[in-house]
């Protein structure tokens, strides 16, 4: 189904195309024995990570709406510029009240989940050059200013913000990269920099070596142009070239069957070609530069192909794409090796930016070494106090001790009182003519009789 077509990796759509059968075409085997395999119908397909941070809560949503049939169908007929105008979702008044109670419970959970992260985010700068714009991005999705019902804005919303991020989400991998090679290269020369001159020489002798082993690979096809495709068609579908179908290589590698080569499924056609450029055994051979071509061969095809820039291919848009000269005729791709990434200007530019964060890191961390030091200050001084007021209270003791004074409790109260003595005024008062027993070690007198007078 259409909706079920736009929601590939880097989908400019992400957000209601809900849930296209985006696995890749594993190229390296034989796709007509794939095809008979058929797709089950009804078949849940796990769809990729689209690299969002709300990634997630889309895909939740995605799925609440998805059980919803009046939704269901709307969607279905309802055209990209419907959906990125946010006409689609005032249909959202119409669905279940199932449904939206579901969508209200979601998107409760994300606004837990996003004000957790703020105050994750808080809690790590402790309270100190807090960008807060940049905490305020993260509900860009959603409508937090009503955090408990998910409602049409809402819907509109995360269509929107997922368009923006994903119409942004190659630029940014490309960026990614770009820091990616400046830093191998800083780090290269920093190492040098560490040598004698007969091991530095030997060093960029070594790389130099690399370089060129890198460049000797077999001739890549430009992507897209009909070599390419036939050598697709040949080695990874194993059939005739020269019974090469523009129609049916469509049909063999449109593998969820939605009418759609999607950016994944493209992807997986330029498996062949990276491999005569790239091999995860070869020391020279950098696999995050493989994905990084991968993506430029893409990225071309997708802007040659690609009329309604909607980042999907028709049957209609591939079979007008066979027919220019660019596919029989094409100009040869210059790989990666075979281009400048940055100038030294820029890889100047990137070291100082390196400088100044080591720069603010040291200090931070000659901060928090004055912050161990004064804490282990302060304990030391404590435990000096607590030993000075014990060796006090002991020399108490001690001084009580030697006067006779049994030591006090924590209490006041004695410890402990030695036979035969009691405190002033505690003398044990006896009702006269009753008798009681007599403190362990006194002896009773005998009592004097009056009867008995001696002269």
Known sequence: MKWQSLLPQQCLLLMTCLLMALEAVPIDIDKTKVKAEGHVEGEKVENPDTGLYYDEYLRQVIDV???????????????????????????????????????????????????????????????????????????????????????PKDLDMLIKAATSDLENYDKTRHEEFKKYEMMKEHERREYLKTLDEEKRKREESKFEEMKKKHG???????????????????????????????????????VNNDGFLDEQELEALFTKEL???????????????????????????????????????????????????????????????????????????????????????????????????????????????????????????????????????PGGELKFQPPGEHKVGDAPKHPAGDDQPLPPGHVQEPAVRTDQVHP
């Open 275 to 409: 491999e005569k450029v790239y091999d995860p055994k070869n020391e020279e051979d950098d696999m995050v530069e493989m994905e990084e071509e991968r993506l430029r061969m893409r990225e071309h095809v997708m802007n040659e192909v690609d009329i309604n820039k909607d980042r999907l291919v028709t049957m209609e848009e591939f079979l007008r794409a066979t027919q220019k000269k660019e596919f029989l005729e094409p100009d040869s791709w210059e790989t990666l090796d075979q281009q400048q990434l940055f100038t030294e200007d820029e890889l100047k530019e990137f070291e100082n930016h390196i400088s100044q964060q080591e720069d603010e890191l040291r200090k931070k961390a000659e901060d928090l070494q004055k912050q161990k030091e004064e804490l282990q200050r302060q304990h030391d001084q404590l435990q000096a106090q607590k030993q000075e007021l014990q060796q006090v209270v002991k020399q108490m003791e001690q001084k009580k001790l030697q006067q006779g004074n049994p030591p006090a409790g």
């Open 65 to 151: 709406l998805e059980t919803d049939k009046h939704f269901r169908e709307k969607l279905q007929t309802a055209d990209i510029e419907e959906i990125k105008s946010g006409k689609l979702s005032r249909e959202l008044d119409l669905v279940s009240h199932h449904v939206r109670t579901r969508l209200d419970e979601l998107k409760r959970q994300e606004v837990a989940r996003l004000r957790m992260l703020i105050k994750a985010k808080m809690d790590s700068v402790q309270d100190t050059g807090i960008d807060h714009q940049a905490l305020l991005k993260q509900f860009e999705h959603l409508n937090h200013q009503n955090p408990d019902t998910f409602e």
């Open 216 to 254: 000797d690979h077999p001739k890549v096809h430009h992507p897209g142009s009909k070599d390419q495709l036939k050598e697709v068609w040949e080695e990874a579908d194993g059939l005739d070239p020269n019974e090469f179908d523009p129609k049916t290589f469509f049909k063999l590698h449109d």
